[in-house]
């Protein structure tokens, strides 16, 4: 008799592409599946015995939304916030398979509201294409010369660095790393330029902090090779279009988690995981519950 474990797969992590493996095992027919696995679904009526594991009280991993009783009709998104249409199956998983709501999400500060905190200073995201409004102490020569918002004066500091960088035939989006990697600055290829590095050298430290706080991305303080962080802020597919969902981007690891368990997924949360054996065939997990 065939001696089956207490689960035929346990999946160690809740987050977003835990629950999506778990649930992704389920939706797999026993047919398409090969091995001990294909044993085991057998064995269960075609049905694999699937766990997942999560150290934490909830799932959902880095895709965290936040509600006030004081606004209940806005949700705040303290993880992930979006997503855009050329990512392919994103966007069959939301739009098609789970038909969640969605929304388009207004990315141009010109055209936006929301409020940014910048130096202990509340602003409207509209401000921010006006330097004067802004708490820092730019340059003269920032301010009359090089642009109107930080991100600008990012990008004219790379023409001032690169000045083929503004030519038309340049600004073809999806071309521009390859044109990167064949440019020096000074004699240094540009791979070998930190980001900061290179962008220092025509910026103000004050308008470097400016560019930090206000576009938004934690990665743009980072300082690796600058062709990648050029490439990062600027190299864009055609014509993408950004997303949210409209209950929130934890909608999706939650949805994904309540059909998991209406297939007989189960999901235990207080559970890290501190150590495992294996026999050569199976494995033994050992968990700490909290």
Not at 112 to 120: E, L, M
Not at 278 to 284: A, H
Request: overall charge negative.
């Amino acid at each position: 008799m065939l001696s089956l474990p207490d689960h035929d797969i346990a999946v160690v992590g809740g987050g977003i592409s835990g629950i999506y493996t778990a649930w992704s095992l389920l939706q797999t027919p026993s047919a398409h599946l090969t091995g001990q696995t294909r044993t085991w679904a057998d064995a269960r009526r075609g049905q694999l015995d699937v766990a997942v594991y999560e150290g934490s009280d909830r799932i959902g991993g880095r895709l965290l939304s936040a509600r006030s009783d004081r606004m209940p009709d806005t949700t705040c998104e303290l993880g992930g916030m979006r997503y855009v249409s050329t990512h392919r199956r994103i966007v069959e998983l939301i739009e098609n398979k789970l038909q969640l709501p969605w929304k388009p999400h207004i990315v141009n500060p010109r055209c936006g509201s929301n409020i940014c905190f910048v130096r202990n200073t509340p602003l409207q995201s509209n401000k921010l294409y006006n330097l004067g409004a802004l708490p820092y102490h730019f340059a003269t020569y920032e301010q009359h010369h090089l642009a109107e918002s930080p991100f600008t004066i990012v990008k004219k500091s790379l023409i001032m660095a690169l000045p083929d960088f503004e030519n038309d035939h340049l600004q073809g989006r999806g071309h521009l790393y390859a044109w990167f990697q064949k440019q020096s600055v000074d004699g240094v290829e540009l791979y070998r330029w930190g980001f900061w590095n290179l962008l220092l050298r025509f910026l103000s430290g004050e308008a470097y902090e400016a560019a930090i706080d206000t576009v938004g991305y934690d990665v743009l303080g980072a300082n690796y090779n600058a062709v990648d962080m050029i490439a990062e802020i600027f190299d864009f597919a055609n014509d993408v279009e950004y997303r949210q969902l409209e209950d929130g981007y934890e909608k999706l690891p939650w949805t994904l988690k309540e059909k998991f368990e209406q297939l007989g997924g189960k999901v235990h949360t207080g559970s890290w995981l501190v150590g495992f054996d294996f026999d050569g065939e199976t494995f033994s997990l050992q968990f700490s519950n909290n």
